[in-house]
């Protein structure tokens, strides 16, 4: 059997290194981070060309079945993964860790709104942690902002009043802890990514009564099968008797 797991996620790391050897694995990686984890396994790196380049590549390579197990902000491929399954009626299942309570956060749908909502309640001094491509909606910002990404934004996309944070999780309750009060944030932004890596960040925020601004996971595609955990992929792959 021979399945196309598709990842860049802890997630993805842990079943490709769970369903290692007994099945033939192929990795992918979108490339949009220069030193990535690599999981166990062959790997490939980069797009596959839309809906129609991906399932010429499932065809030619001979794959059986599809794990998506993307960043649950990963829409894109996640839609086109679904779409070029259905056409070739080959196995598909997503690994979507499951979502964080938001709790008392102000929930918004985009990182545009994530913007308004910190621009209507006035705060000053912001924690984004909503990675590289999250920076540009708040270009125009007044606020001081202290941005966590794994690589750094585009010089453009950079508000005024900034410091960058490079770096990669997994985030110890105690370093969030300090990094809120060392930098007097008022406000934590975050993707509601999910998953313990960076929970932290949302616990030492509650700890200290910072307001959170959490945008909204995209809906998954109509149709597909989720699973929620690493387990339930790899029973799901071993179930399938290829």
């Not at 802890?10 to 999981?39: F, N, T, W, Y």
């Not at 598909?92 to 929930?107: E, Y």
């Not at 990675?131 to 585009?154: E, H, K, M, Q």
Request: hydrophobic share 50%; charged share 20%.
């Amino acid at each position: 059997m021979r399945v196309l797991l598709l990842g860049g996620t802890a997630e993805a790391r842990a079943l490709a290194k769970a369903l290692h050897p007994r099945v033939d694995v192929i990795s992918s990686l979108a490339g949009r981070v220069p030193d990535p984890a690599l999981p166990v396994g062959p790997v490939r790196i980069g797009g596959f060309g839309g809906v129609d380049g991906l399932r010429r590549w499932l065809q030619d390579e001979r794959i059986d079945a599809v794990v998506d197990a993307t960043h649950p902000f990963a829409a894109t491929m996640t839609a086109h993964a679904a779409a070029a399954c259905a056409e070739l009626r080959m196995p598909h299942v997503v690994l979507a860790r499951p979502a964080w309570d938001p709790g008392d956060a102000i929930v918004v749908d985009s990182d545009i709104a994530a913007a308004e909502a910190v621009a209507r309640q006035g705060y000053s001094r912001v924690f984004l942690t909503t990675g590289r491509s999250g920076a540009a909606a708040f270009a125009d910002s007044g606020a001081w902002f202290l941005i966590r990404a794994v690589t750094a934004p585009d010089a453009a996309a950079l508000p005024r009043h900034h410091q960058l944070l490079l770096s990669r999780g997994p985030y110890r309750y105690d370093d969030e802890l300090a990094l809120l009060r060392e930098h007097r944030v008022d406000t934590l932004v975050t993707k509601n990514s999910g998953g313990d890596m960076t929970r932290a960040k949302l616990d030492a925020a509650a700890a200290l009564g910072v307001p959170v601004v959490m945008v909204a996971r995209p809906p998954l595609p109509v149709g597909v099968t989720a699973v929620g955990s690493v387990t339930e992929a790899a029973n799901w792959v071993a179930g399938l008797g290829l």
